[in-house]
Every structure is written in C-alpha cells, then in structure tokens.
C-alpha cells in the first residue's frame, strides 16, 4: 500500500478539484484526485442538456493563475455553451499536465481519521484503498442530483432523463412529444431549444422564476482583445466586488433615484448585465422596496414578450423577492411560450397524481409523452459533501455534525475532523458568487496552509469550536441583512423535505470574505489549532499565540453586500 500514501487526496475532478490540484502540485506536494465518473469536468461534465450555458461571462467564469492561459484560450460567446466550457477544461487538464494525477471511476466510499497518526484512511469504490495526511472535498454544490419520486414512475414506457445525468449519446427530440419538470435555469435554458425540435413539449412549473436576458453574443476579435490587454483589471475588479462578476455594482440605493432614472438603469443592465442585474443597486438584495422596483421592471419586461394573455399571470414571479431564489438568466425562455407546440402545465393548480405508461396524470387530464426531463435541481451544497461516509476523531461522522446544518470555520474545515477541507462548501461564497472566484481564492490559500504546515513541522490541523461558531454566528448575521430569508430556496435547504433550514452560503461577498481569509493566515490562522503532534499524542499547539476564534468583532458589524 506503500504506493497508496499521499500528501492530500482530493475528492472531484471538477473546475475546484482540478484547481486545488494544480495549487498543491506548485508546492511539491503529492495529491491523488478521485473521480466518481469517467471523465473531468464535474458538473460541466454530467450536465450536458441542449442549451446547457453558464450564466456567469466566459471571461470570469475562467482561471486566473495562468497569464499564459488567460491570453491563449479564446471564448467564442459571452456565456459558454457547456460542450465550449468542457472543452477549456480539458484544455487546462492537458496543457498542465493534470491528468496522470486522476483516478477516474472511483468514488470516495469511507474516509476514516487516524487519530494518532493524524492521517485519513480511505476507501473508494473501486476497491482501492488511501492513506492521506489531508482529505480535500471538491465535490461540488449542485451535484446530488434530486427527483421527486412520483408514483408510478417504473410504469413509464418512456425515456426518463435528469437534466444533470444527462445522456453522452445525443436525444433526438424531432416530432417527439416531450414534457420538461421544473423551471429553475436547467428547465429554462432547455425549453426554447427543445421547442424547436420537439413535435409538443410541455412545461411542468410550480414556482415562477425571475429570469434576465442573457444578450448573449459571439465575441468579437476586437473585444476579445481589448478584454487580454486588461484581464488584470478586470480581475481585480471581480475579486474586489460583492459577487465577483468583472463589472462594477451600483452604489447607489434604488429608492434614491427618480423612477425615470431607474428605468434607464434596469432597461441598461436588462441589455447588457445579464445576473449582474441585481447589483444595478446596492439595495435589491437588501431591501425590500427598493428590490420592489427591480422585480416590477421585470414583471413588465416578461409580461411583454408573452403573447398568450391567460400565459402571462401563471408565468409571472410574484411569490418571492427578485433574487432570493437564484434567478435564471434565459435566452428565450419565455417566448418559447408563444410558439403553438409549446404548453404550460402549472402544478400548483393541477398537481402531478402519477405517471403512466404513456405519460404523466394530473389532477385535470392524462398527457402523453415520449421523453420525459426531470430539470428538477439538486440537492444542494451537503447533498454530494454527506454521501460517503466521512469518520472524524471522535467517530462521530459529518453527517452526524452536521445534522442540524454545516458548521464551520471559514466554511473550510469544522472541528473534531482535523486535516480535513472543504472547497466552495457551505459557509463560503460559493453559489451566491461566481464560484470561480472562491474555488482560486480557497485552493491558493489551503495550498499555502499545508505548505506552511509541511514547513513547520505540523502534524495536524483543526478548527476550533469557538472559531466555527463565531463563523455560523457572522454568516447568520449577514444572511439576515438580506433578502435571502424571505424565499424558500436552495440556499436555506428548502429545496429537500426534512433537510435542516439554514442559510448554508456565505452573503458578506467575495471580497469581504477574502479579507476574512487572509487576516486568519496573517493572524498564525485563527480560528485553527495547529499542532505538532496529533492531538491523540499529547499534540502541543504552535499557533498558541493566535486567537482562538477567526472573526473579530468589527467584521461582525453588518455592512450591506452591495457596498
Ligand atoms: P433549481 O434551480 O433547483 O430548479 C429546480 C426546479 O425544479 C425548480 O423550478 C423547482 O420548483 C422544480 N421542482 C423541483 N421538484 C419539483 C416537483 N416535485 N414538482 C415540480 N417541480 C419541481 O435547479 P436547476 O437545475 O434548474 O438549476 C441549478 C443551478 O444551476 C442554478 O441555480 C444555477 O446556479 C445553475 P420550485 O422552484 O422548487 O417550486
């Protein structure tokens, strides 16, 4: 097993385990990555439906640790398809050379500490079997994929698909009757271009969803130009910003401005800013009537691109705040409606009975389908993090830890699972940003971590319980300075029966976070005991002078996101 022990094993070939990868190969380190599926990409990879997009510009939703790669890759369009997406990474794979450290078809199963020699023992599903100093989970906050379970579903004589396990073969949806399940920006993206193929497709919606006009467009070798010859600026103004989205939010309040002067603003951003809409003003996330504005805009802009008038009410968002539920940035969702194939079935009115051999049964009728898509969205941020089953110091699992929510310190580690990281999980960013920004930030700076451990001597690491709830306290806090609570979303785990209702992202932004990051570094890491030995060995710490808890009391001061 000699050859079975590693510095770090990561968990995730996906754009934040190929980071990590790449982060602690610059160190010397030694890193095995672990791939559930076939192939990298993550879920770039398994989520190739038609009109699969990311909702982030090509030129921010990228790497930033390369000049090289950054002037070499060439984005065709300002929102990339995800066959163009998978494509740079694999672009990235071969050009760094990150492949020979990938273990594909082989998913973590168990990952136990040992306490005394501070190292994780791993068993993965190919019968392979690890010993690692550190255990880095990559996997992913949208990769549970989940599916209502409706009666009758084995009776279906149809083709059943999941937007997010979505077939290498191509679908042929010509002249088929095809009904589509949910209208998140899976079910958004796919319906104007299965509409065209399909011979009748019907939407099944239970909540209307905001969306913004992507005004996607090829890029031009003039912009592409002028974008390299400034990608610096560009960066900074991202990891400088609440969102990490390569433009400037408004930093004035939506009430403060005449109603004409907003409009002129959202009619911009409409044209132009895609999900950078909701930063037009500081104050749409923050308060309510000032997020009133921005959500009447786009009621108009939706009401008046649907012909169908009875189409409009049941399309129209009114239930939730602009933006405290994802909102989707689409590219003809809505007009998809208006063409004479196309069929809204709204469940809140007639709810889903069962399906059947030829299709699906509601409360007012039986309809007949070929395919039907499930677009019916994850389990989100613990979902992929809790299904193997990861045995800490005390052998208490994770999923026992975190059984009323995650908890964390930095949303990197949480105590009583030393040497064990997370990346973009809960309490971090992640999804309420561009996730890009928070996979570079989190890798370079757990890299630098286990860098400065090796060079320190130090066995061990672990978050410290004051640290991790002075951090769910902080995360909490800002949450309630938002929106975010108002909507039942995927954010506060509504999203599954039964899952613990916590606001699991982090709000303070991306910048705001990286500050945390660094000053917890600077400051002998805060918040995290390093010892020299393992704990289980009468470990001294060598980080006593650091404080024990990572957020000082002037970061728990709210200040708003979009400042
Ligand atoms: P989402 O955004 O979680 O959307 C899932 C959709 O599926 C949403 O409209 C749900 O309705 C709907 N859904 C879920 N369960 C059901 C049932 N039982 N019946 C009817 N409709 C249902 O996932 P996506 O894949 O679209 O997008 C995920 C992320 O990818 C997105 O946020 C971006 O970050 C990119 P609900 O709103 O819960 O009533």
Request: charged share 20%.
């Amino acid at each position: 097993m000699e050859s079975n022990n590693v510095d770090v094993m990561v968990v995730g070939a996906g754009f934040g385990g190929l980071r990590a990868l790449h982060a602690l190969r610059r160190f010397g380190k030694s890193v095995q990555v672990i791939e559930a599926s076939d192939d990298v990409g993550g879920v770039w990879y398994h989520n190739g439906y038609p009109g699969a997009r990311c909702d982030v510009e090509s030129y921010d939703y990228s790497y930033s640790f390369s000049a090289e790669l950054e002037q070499e890759w060439v984005w065709s369009e300002r929102y990339a398809t995800q066959p163009e997406i998978l494509r740079y990474i694999n672009h990235v794979v071969e050009r760094f050379d990150l492949r020979k450290h990938i273990r594909f078809q082989c998913a973590l199963l168990r990952a136990q500490y040992d306490a005394k020699a501070a190292r994780w023992r791993i068993q993965c599903s190919d019968g392979s079997q690890w010993s690692a100093q550190f255990l880095l989970m990559a996997v992913g906050q949208l990769s549970a994929p989940k599916s209502p379970n409706y009666p009758g579903l084995n009776r279906f004589g149809g083709q059943v698909i999941h937007s997010a396990v979505w077939p290498k073969e191509p679908v042929d949806f010509t002249g088929k009757r095809v009904a589509i399940i949910g209208t998140g920006s899976s079910g958004m993206q796919m319906t104007p271009v299965i509409a065209q193929k399909a011979a009748h497709l019907t939407v099944f919606q239970r909540t209307p969803n905001y969306s913004v006009p992507a005004s996607n467009a090829p890029i031009s070798a003039e912009e592409d130009r002028q974008v390299k010859a400034n990608y610096r600026q560009r960066r900074d103004q991202a990891w400088n910003s609440p969102t990490g989205l390569g433009f400037t939010p408004g930093k004035k309040s939506a009430l403060e401005a005449t109603p004409e002067e907003r409009d002129q603003v959202y009619e911009a951003a409409w044209h132009r800013l895609g999900f950078g809409f909701a930063l037009s003003y500081f104050d749409i996330l923050l308060n309510k009537a000032a997020n009133d504005t921005a959500a009447e805009f786009i009621r108009k802009k939706i009401a008046s691109v649907i012909d169908k008038p009875e189409l409009r009410d049941k399309l129209i968002p009114r239930d939730h705040a602009f933006a405290a539920r994802r909102p989707s940035v689409d590219s003809g969702y809505f007009q998809a409606f208006n063409r004479d194939n196309v069929e809204l079935a709204d469940v809140r009115e007639f709810p889903i009975v069962e399906f059947t051999a030829k299709g699906i049964r509601t409360q007012d009728k039986d309809h007949e389908f070929d395919i039907i898509i499930f677009a019916t969205g994850f389990d989100a941020f613990t979902g992929s993090l809790l299904k193997p089953e990861i045995v800490g110091r005390h052998g208490m699992t994770l999923k026992q830890k975190w059984s009323a929510g995650p908890v964390t310190q930095l949303g990197i580690g949480t105590s009583g699972f030393p040497n064990l990281f997370v990346l973009v999980g809960p309490g971090s960013p992640s999804l309420l940003s561009n996730v890009m920004v928070s996979i570079e930030e989190q890798s370079d700076w757990l890299a630098n971590m286990i860098d400065h451990m090796g060079r320190h001597g130090v066995a061990e690491v672990e978050v410290t319980e004051m640290a991790e709830q002075a951090w769910v306290a902080h995360v909490n806090a800002r949450a309630h300075e938002t929106l975010y609570l108002t909507a039942d979303s995927y954010y506060n785990g509504a999203e599954v029966a039964g899952k613990p209702r916590v606001f699991m992202p982090y709000s303070g932004g991306v910048r705001g976070y990286r500050r945390l990051l660094h000053k917890c570094a600077e400051n002998g890491y805060e918040g995290f005991e390093l010892r020299d030995k393992p704990l289980a060995l009468h470990g001294q710490a060598v980080n006593a002078g650091a404080k024990s808890t990572s957020v000082a009391t002037a970061d728990l001061q709210p200040t708003p996101v979009g400042a």
